[in-house]
């Protein structure tokens, strides 16, 4: 093949400069708009973005790092109301804006340089052809979830019935594909640099999640209390209406805890490494989620067997065996612990996590110390299995109704099929964003649980319409509007509400010490509101139940206000709300909702069938059609050949990541991971950096940026 010219080799296609460009313009006009429309501080992260975008736009690739670092993080909704929209989005807009406008000044300045450009090679026209591809299917798909909610109206503050949703959902494949082209042009530059900082971002991001499942647990049910029902969410607030949130991301992050293991050459790495494996461990064992010990035991299992059967891996046979040896005779010991507790399955699933653990810290190129520590690590990985398995009944009740769960599953899947009314349906989907509100709509007795929305009330006046379940009374009760108020110690808080209802209406009032989903202690009240001649009423309450304290400075609490309607069929306007401390302070913000629903968050506990179907592949399938689900198959098949079949080289980065998808792929078995808009994109550019490996191997003479 005749070799390309100079110019050639580093031209860019004519259409590349006008197509960064204009994604780059409209990410910073989307941002400023999100920015300056924040609920709580709009000068403030108006400021905020501002100065991240001037910093990603001088700091080459450092967005490479900062965005897994601060994806766990950068979601306010409890404190915000916003549903469809987070700050996460303006960390992704924010980087466009600044990566994608300098590519398209790089691609304009070289067009103009360069007398000649040869058309794009073969390598290039795949990458477009696919982008195109799930583009404009991700478009077809966006356009029919709109057209099903009724329209493109949208409101700040819509939940899961309205169009926003459909974003809510569509953005991360958008945002995927907008980050392509700066994932190459990193992986160009330098394959190991863009490993290295994706790596540490990604372990970054992993930390602070242990961090906050560690402070989770001692704030409320108590680190050693492993029997309350109680399973660990972090700062994944979309766990409000359930889902596996948390469970995807540990899923796809905790190999890179193994790789730091892996990389960590220094003692101080070392053991920075160890701490993050031992909080990483922490968290995914208390979570109490089946999908996450086989998703994230299963592939470091088959990791640390694909290591041993490697040639050329350099691993002392002799010490090998000793360490096989040990791993079986752990395997027995904990098998026989468990065994009449019923945790067989999830004593190998943990050793299978010490074998990976000590196979990788057993190189020939290790130093004494380092097989030391690893034995050292093994041992404390153990006890903390052993503390929070064996130390509770929680786990123990999960387990023993396993067998029910696969019953009740099987018919939600069922349920989920029947959304599909035709071959448009089947091809294409029901449209992204919509299987929540077509599920409780068709499904009979698996409505909704409540449903919130703003009515007005007069000129420039709201109130907020809070609803119980439409026809099944077991989920009355099971949908809360809450706000996030500062806990005072002391005697009883006091409730008013200036309210209206159209029949005899219980509304259950409580201030609870409680993170999400599970509450460890409450005050509150049950009040009872009659239909008034003049429409509005004012009821007031002291609230009954313990003192509520805000817990040590060392795992500070937070509390939540919450309201919910305690009957079939029934609704409550709330025009002002009230909640008096026991000093005597006001504690809630925007009472009257002049600010439309801002500081006020929905939060479903117990029952949350509509909102999720619980199988990756059925999700697919339903929103975005068999077109969709084999697409994405064809691409999580793809990136795992890519990372099987390529050269050696990259720190041995490979497997990791080979790992982290396999683990998404057998969670997605069992739980949804596309409804989750910062772990979808999380998934989405885990893939393309697989497929990338390859590519950085080689000259970029072929490569757009």
Not at 608 to 615: A, K, Q, S, T, V
Not at 616 to 626: A, K, S, T
Request: with cysteine; aromatic share 10%; glycine share 10%.
């Amino acid at each position: 093949m005749k070799a390309l010219p100079a110019s050639a080799r580093h031209a860019k296609p004519p259409w590349a400069a006008a197509a960064y460009l204009s994604v780059a313009l409209l990410s910073l006009c989307g941002g400023f708009v999100l920015a300056w429309h924040h609920p709580l501080w709009p000068l403030a992260t108006t400021a905020a973005f501002t100065a991240w975008v001037l910093v990603a736009a001088r700091y080459r690739g450092l967005w490479l790092f900062v965005l897994p670092a601060v994806l766990p993080l950068m979601n306010f909704s409890p404190w915000t109301g916003w549903l469809g929209l987070e700050e996460f989005d303006l960390v992704v807009v924010g980087l466009l804006a600044a990566g994608l406008g300098r590519l398209a000044w790089e691609a304009g300045r070289r067009c103009l340089d360069e007398t000649t450009f040869v058309g794009p090679t073969s390598r290039l026209r795949g990458y477009v052809a696919v982008a195109l591809l799930f583009g404009g299917l991700g478009v077809v798909e966006l356009c029919r979830g709109v057209a099903d909610a009724g329209g493109w109206a949208f409101a700040w503050f819509d939940g899961y019935a309205q169009a926003l949703n459909t974003l809510r959902v569509g953005k991360s494949l958008f945002y995927a594909l907008a980050l392509l082209p700066l994932l190459r042009d990193e992986f160009a530059r330098s394959t190991p640099r863009a490993i290295q900082r994706l790596t540490l971002g990604m372990q970054v991001g992993l930390m602070g999640v242990g961090l906050a499942v560690l402070w989770e647990r001692a704030a409320y049910p108590g680190l050693l209390d492993f029997s309350s029902r109680y399973r660990t969410t972090a700062l994944f607030w979309e766990m409000h209406v359930g889902g596996a949130a948390i469970d995807a991301y540990l899923v796809l992050a905790t190999p890179f805890a193994a790789w730091a293991l892996y990389a960590a050459r220094s003692r101080r790495a070392w053991a920075a490494a160890a701490f993050l494996a031992l909080l990483t461990c922490h968290a995914c064992l208390t979570t109490f989620s089946r999908g996450v010990y086989i998703g994230v035991a299963t592939p470091l299992l088959l990791l640390g067997i694909a290591w041993l059967q490697r040639t050329d891996s350099g691993f002392r046979l002799s010490r090998a065996l000793r360490w096989v040896l040990s791993i079986t005779a752990g395997s027995a010991v904990l098998a026989g612990a468990f065994a009449a507790m019923g945790y067989l399955g999830i004593a190998v699933a943990l050793t299978a996590l010490l074998g990976l653990l000590l196979v990788l810290q057993n190189s020939a190129r290790s130093p004494d110390w380092r097989s030391v520590a690893a034995m050292a690590l093994s041992l404390a990985l153990v006890s903390e299995a052993v503390i929070v398995i064996g130390g509770g009944t929680f786990l123990r009740a999960r387990l023993d109704a396993s067998e029910g769960d696969f019953g009740a599953r099987a018919a939600h899947w069922r349920h989920g099929l029947n959304l599909l009314n035709g071959p448009m349906d089947w091809l294409f989907g029901i449209g992204l964003g919509r299987l929540p509100a077509r599920y409780a709509h068709s499904v009979p007795r698996e409505e909704f649980s409540g449903a919130l929305s703003l009515v007005p009330t007069g000129p420039a006046q709201y109130a907020a319409q809070l609803s119980g379940p439409a026809t099944v009374d077991a989920y009355a009760g099971f949908y809360f509007l809450s706000q996030r108020v500062s806990l005072r110690a002391g005697g009883p808080y006091r409730v008013e509400l200036l309210m209206r209802v159209a029949k005899a209406t219980k509304i259950s009032v409580d201030v609870c010490e409680q993170h999400l989903l599970y509450t460890r202690q409450c005050q509150g009240a049950v009040l009872r509101a009659l239909p008034q001649s003049g429409g509005w009423q004012r009821l007031a309450a002291s609230l009954e139940g313990p003192s509520l304290a805000p817990g040590p400075w060392y795992a500070p609490r937070l509390g939540m206000f919450s309201l919910s309607v305690r009957g079939v069929g029934s609704t409550v306007e709330l025009a002002t709300v009230s909640l008096t401390a026991p000093d005597g302070t006001e504690l809630l913000a925007n009472r009257d909702f002049s600010s439309s629903l801002a500081h006020w968050f929905p939060v479903a506990q117990s029952y949350f069938l509509p909102w999720h179907i619980d199988n990756l592949y059925l999700e697919l399938l339903i929103e975005r059609g068999v077109v969709g689900l084999a697409l994405y198959v064809w691409l999580l098949a793809y990136a795992l050949r890519t990372l099987l079949t390529r050269p050696r080289g990259h720190g041995d980065i490979a497997p990791f990541l080979a790992a982290s998808l396999v683990g998404a792929m057998l969670l997605g078995t069992v739980s949804s991971i596309m409804d989750v808009p910062r772990v979808a994109l999380l998934l989405l550019l885990l893939v393309i950096a697989a497929v990338q490996l390859n590519t950085g191997a080689h000259p970029r003479d072929d490569l757009p940026v």
